[in-house]
């Protein structure tokens, strides 16, 4: 199973790669607001659910995407191990 900082490592290479290419990895803080700071449009936000989802295999559900936790980086994190440890 993954830990914190695997899961870290891979969430912010895929929010560089995929909505931030060219920004160098300091512009992406663990803290860094994804939708308020204008990271992630809706479609980014469906994009980085289905990443989430298939590389994990994990469900998010609709209430929980809205809600904050895919805010941030560190918020991503804990999301995902909270699922995991639900399996």
Known sequence: MADAEQIRTEVRAYILAE??????????????KLV????????DTIKLVAFLEE????????????LGPLESVSNIVATVLSKLDDR
Do not use: K, N
């Not at 909505?19 to 860094?32: I, K, M, R």
């Open 19 to 32: 909505f931030l290419p060219g920004e160098p990895p300091e512009t992406l803080a663990d803290d860094t």
């Open 36 to 43: 308020g700071d204008g990271i992630l449009s809706s479609i």
């Open 55 to 66: 590389h994990y295999h994990i469900v998010l559900e609709s209430y929980e995407v809205i």
